[in-house]
Each structure stands twice: as C-alpha cells, then as structure tokens.
C-alpha cells in the first residue's frame, strides 16, 4: 500500500492544495502510486512539511491515536489533510489527518488500512556527527538465529533510535562472535581428547550453516557504496576485546580508519543506508530530507537508486526532499513535485506537463538535461552562470579575439612572433576558464 493522493484542505501556506501521486496515462503503472517521490522548491515552500504530514499521518495510524473507523468531517477543524492510499490491486483507501480545536492531531481511516503499512523511516537533516563506535563492554546473552529487528514499526532517526539500532546491531554481531568463538573452543577440546578432525573445513562448514551479520551488512550494504571512496566494512575480528560495532578500513592496505577520519559524507551514507537496509520491509514508507548532504556531486549522482535498491521488490514507497538539482535529475518529471508561491503567498505545483497527465504530454525531464539546464528550467535559477565574474571574462575574451584579427589584417602579420604567441595562449587560457573549446 502507497500513498497516491494528498488534499489538504488549509495547513499554513497550503490552501486547498492537491497532489496526484500516480503514474500517468501511457506509463506501464498508469494509476499505480508512485514508488518514488522528489519534492524540491525554494526555501520555505514546504517541502520538509510535507514529509512531515505524512509522517506525522502514517505514525498515527500505526500507533492508532485514531478517531476509529472511517467518517468525513467538514474543514471545520484547526487543520485537516485528506489521503489516499492504493493497494496494489488498485483498492483505494481513504484517510484523513485533523488538528482540532486544541491543536492535537487525530486520524481518521478505513480501518483496512491498519496492518498495511508496515514500516515508517524517517530520516531529518543532519544525523552524520553521531558516531557509530561501541566498545565491547558487556556480554549479551540473548542468542542470534538470523540477523533481525524487533518488531517495531515507527523509527524516527534521532540520536536516541540510533543507539538503539546500533546496540541491536551490536548484540547480533556479538552473540554470533561468541558462538563462533564457543565452537573453536569445542573443536580444541576435541584435538585435545585426541580426536581426529579437519579443523578449516569444520569452520568452514560451521560458518556455511550460521549467519555472519557483518558479512551480510558488508556485501549486501555498505561495501557497494563504500568502495567508491576505497573503504570497505572490516568482517575479519583480530582482536575481540577491543572489537568495534562497525569498523570502517581501508581496501588499499586494510588499516581501520578511526570514526573522526571518516568524512561527514561517508558517515551521512552509513547513518542512512544501514538504517534502510536494516529496517526496511514490503509496503514500508520511508521519508528523507536532503539526502545530498555532505555528498560530493559524483556520488549524489547515484545515492538515491542506491537507497532505493534495497527495495527489492518495490512494493515500498520513498519521499526525499532536495535542494540539490543532481538529486532531482534521478527521477522520472511525474516523481518530481515542484513547490511554488502564487502571488498571494500560497503553495501550488508547478506541472511539468500540458493537457492530459500522459507520459508524452511531458516538456520537462531532469533525467535528459545539462546541470545547468536542470538548475535554470527545474529549478528556475534565472541565470545559467555566475553572471558578474562570467561576463568579466568574456569581455576579455572577446578583447583579445579582436586584438589577434586587427594583427591578421597587417600586411607584416607573423603568426609566430612573440606578441601574436603570447595573444593566442592568453586566449585559450580565458577559453579554458570559459570551459570553452579555442
């Protein structure tokens, strides 16, 4: 189930604002809930509260703070924000989220909706300083059998569910560490007594049959994302006194780079990434607010295909809100929802399309745009460049082009002469700066 409409009805700068969430006419899911979302838009457009409100809808449907059962209200409330959600037989389910006169917010819904979703993940600015280090300071006794989540259903990632997931993690990485360290211990026992055994190929299949949490978040992970910076997760433990939840180590020479060495972008992808892979199931919502953050251009080039293909299945649905146009150029244009202000300082969509919502209807695509031309036509950057300093250059350009044809028309014209040499290595310099081929 996904959400596929949006109504709110009056919600600060809202008023009477709606969002059609599907795919449109001509695309192989026409009608079906997109599987992915990107809100962009100027500061104070209302991106961040959108990912709010279907927060704050879907966390009270989990958490049943509801007014039970489905019933229309009237606008009267202090706010109120229609949903609907679609299940992938194309049931449409109503829901529908108030403030009343107190200000609290109360949720109404079909009650088919209760047990359909089953995640929420939501990731607010600025998780990347939290450090990720723990130190083996107690046994956990509680013993692993496959590497999994209680069952939670509502994770807002603040500093406090963070540890939490981290201590988790933690504990199954340590019981397997102990069972695997137990069972060395076993096989000596046996040499010792003088039985004949085949020692590695006994680890071997011991390790065949049980679950290495850390060679799974290892491979299935973080290491397809870190070796792009020559970083990888250490699985191999030298030392289980001092062994570490997570360490981060080198693939050129295998040294683990303490936590304050990493940079805040790699931390940014680990606090986010893990967290998705871990915590993800089918029909899970999952809401991230500038995933650019810290992240050097080549790698936001592919961070949210990243993110998104733990989502085997796409039976989830993702919603990021971005300032960043290499984000935005990772969407189809009908995932792509651009926030404006009308005149009168209230928010509308701005639509990428003419006539009928039809995938040919289409006049503006991120996906086939030039950087620049993703900055001036989606996100309506006037200027294609820093105009002062550019127009600067060009001027110079342009002085210097005249300068080598008035020495041209000289009838003593020498191409090779210091002053016409000096003139065309000027010139290819500026060009060069222009990012012009001269």
């Known amino acids: 189930m996904k959400i596929s409409k949006i109504h709110i009805h009056q919600f600060n700068q809202f008023k009477d604002f709606e969002l059609n969430l599907t795919y449109p006419k001509g695309h192989k899911k026409e009608g079906m809930p997109l599987d992915k979302v990107c809100f962009i838009g100027q500061s104070g457009t209302g991106k961040t509260t959108l990912l709010n409100l279907v927060y704050d809808f879907i966390h009270s449907t989990l958490n049943m703070r509801t007014r039970g059962g489905w019933k229309h209200y009237e606008a009267k409330e202090a706010y109120e924000i229609d949903f609907e959600l679609t299940t992938l037989n194309k049931r449409v389910i109503k829901g529908a989220f108030y403030g009343d006169s107190t200000g609290g917010p109360i949720t109404n819904y079909d009650n088919s909706i209760a047990g359909k979703i089953k995640k929420l993940i939501h990731f607010p600015v600025g998780l990347f300083n939290h450090s990720f280090d723990k130190n083996d300071n107690q046994v ?3 013993p692993i059998q496959k590497y999994v989540t209680p069952s939670r259903q509502d994770y807002f990632l603040d500093l406090e569910t ?13 019981n397997y560490q102990i069972k695997e360290a137990t069972f060395r211990l076993e096989q000596t026992h046996r040499l010792e007594k003088g039985q004949k055994i085949d020692f590695p190929e006994q680890i071997k299949k011991w390790r065949e049959e049980n679950h290495n949490p850390l060679e799974e978040i290892a491979k299935e992970c973080l290491d397809p994302i870190l070796n792009k910076f020559f970083l990888s997760v250490k699985t191999k433990i030298d030392d289980y006194k001092n062994r570490k939840i997570i360490q981060i180590q080198s693939t050129q020479n295998g040294d683990v780079i303490p936590y304050e060495k990493l940079s805040s972008g ?3 992808i680990i606090y986010t990434a893990f967290p998705i892979y871990s915590l993800l199931e089918e029909n899970s919502i999952v809401l991230i607010d500038e995933p650019e953050n810290s992240l050097y251009p ?4 592919e961070i949210i295909e990243y993110y998104t293909s733990f989502d085997k299945d796409k039976k989830s649905q993702f919603f990021f809100a971005t300032h960043s146009p290499i984000i935005a150029s990772a969407f189809e244009p009908w995932e792509i929802v651009e926030l404006k202000f009308d005149k009168d300082g209230n928010i509308y969509r701005e639509l990428y399309f003419e006539g009928e919502n039809n995938v040919d209807n289409y006049h503006t695509d991120a996906r086939y745009l030039r950087w ?3 900055l001036t036509k989606v996100f309506d950057l006037k200027e294609d460049s820093n105009v002062v300093h550019r127009s600067k250059k060009l001027m110079e350009f342009s002085i210097l082009k005249k ?4 020495l041209k028309n000289e009838k003593d014209f020498d191409p090779k002469s210091k002053e016409v040499r000096d003139l065309i290595e000027e010139l290819n310099r500026v060009g060069e700066l222009l990012d012009w081929e001269t």
Not at 298 to 301: E, L, R, T, V
Not at 403 to 406: H, P, R, T
Request: charged fraction near 35%; glycine fraction near 4%.
């Open 140 to 142: 956990v006794n509680e």
């Open 162 to 174: 963070l540890d939490w997931l981290w201590d988790f993690t933690f504990s199954n990485i340590q």
């Open 266 to 268: 790699t931390r940014q």
């Open 298 to 301: 080549d790698i936001q080039k």
């Open 372 to 374: 620049d031309g993703v």
């Open 403 to 406: 300068k080598i044809e008035k």
